[in-house]
């Protein structure tokens, strides 16, 4: 009896390790998975391709339009409630009505002190008064300071087009219903490259500042 015990649980064991050997065996190893390939350049992933006659930006694979507008703030602490609501409504009036894509980016650029310190500098070796010259040293070395180690806040408006008109009569259209409460301010060619650089490399120092 106990020795017909035995022989089941010992053939019970042996069909077990038989099946497991079969799946083991028979089973294939899963395929690897292939990586996705990493993109070689910049280029390949940068979403801008070129710029325009005018300074609008190409995007790339035909995703249209985009340019760039710097934004006039202001000191909402300073101004009345009365002031503070009209804005209020002005904006939210201008996102019901605008219905394409915009951007709005905040970004810590230094302060440009090059033009002050020129005038400084020449101050400094026009000048024969040693006490003169302490003053005007000690002012060259404020702007300095101020140059090196303050930044100011600025904020940029991106507007959004299919084709050239589209961007052109939605920047108009956006320039016209925020002339009142946030004004848009053109920028140059090279302050819109800063801007992008920036952007994309936040822990470099531009070449050039400009104000």
Same mark, same amino acid.
């Given at each position: 009896?106990?020795?017909?015990?035995? !022989?089941?649980?010992?053939?019970?064991?042996?069909? @077990?390790?038989? +099946?497991?050997?079969?799946? /083991?065996?028979? +089973?294939?190893? /899963?395929?690897?998975?292939?990586?996705?390939?990493?993109?070689? /350049?910049?280029?390949?992933?940068?979403?801008?391709?070129?710029?325009?006659?005018?300074?609008?930006?190409? !995007?790339?694979?035909?995703?249209?339009?985009?340019?760039?507008?710097?934004?006039? +703030?202001?000191?909402? %602490?300073?101004?009345?409630?009365?002031?503070?609501?009209?804005?209020?409504?002005?904006?939210?009036?201008?996102?019901?009505?605008?219905?394409?894509?915009?951007?709005?980016? #905040?970004?810590?650029?230094?302060?440009?002190?090059?033009?002050?310190?020129?005038?400084? @500098?020449?101050?400094?070796?026009?000048?024969? #008064?040693?006490?003169?010259?302490?003053?005007?040293?000690?002012?060259?070395?404020?702007?300095?300071?101020?140059?090196?180690?303050?930044?100011? &806040?600025?904020? %940029?408006?991106?507007? %959004?087009?299919?084709?050239?008109?589209?961007?052109?009569? &939605?920047?108009?259209?956006?320039?016209?219903?925020?002339?009142?409460?946030?004004?848009?301010?053109?920028?140059?060619?090279?302050?819109?490259?800063?801007?992008? %650089?920036?952007?994309?490399?936040?822990? +470099?120092?531009?070449?050039? @500042?400009?104000?």
């Amino acid at each position: 009896m106990i020795y017909e015990e035995t !022989l089941d649980q010992e053939a019970l064991f042996d069909e @077990q390790s038989k +099946s497991k050997r079969g799946l /083991k065996t028979g +089973s294939k190893a /899963k395929p690897k998975e292939k990586r996705e390939r990493v993109p070689d /350049k910049i280029a390949d992933i940068f979403p801008i391709g070129d710029m325009t006659d005018d300074g609008a930006f190409v !995007l790339q694979d035909d995703r249209g339009y985009a340019d760039m507008f710097q934004v006039r +703030s202001k000191d909402v %602490y300073a101004q009345s409630d009365q002031e503070t609501e009209f804005d209020i409504l002005a904006l939210t009036q201008f996102l019901r009505a605008f219905d394409a894509n915009i951007k709005i980016v #905040s970004l810590n650029f230094p302060v440009n002190m090059a033009v002050q310190i020129a005038h400084l @500098q020449k101050k400094i070796d026009a000048n024969d #008064s040693p006490l003169i010259d302490h003053f005007l040293q000690k002012k060259k070395a404020e702007l300095e300071f101020l140059e090196k180690h303050r930044t100011n &806040r600025e904020f %940029y408006l991106y507007v %959004y087009g299919e084709t050239v008109k589209d961007l052109t009569e &939605r920047c108009q259209f956006a320039r016209r219903k925020l002339q009142r409460t946030i004004p848009m301010e053109n920028l140059e060619t090279t302050k819109k490259l800063d801007v992008i %650089y920036k952007l994309n490399n936040q822990n +470099s120092k531009l070449d050039h @500042q400009r104000g």
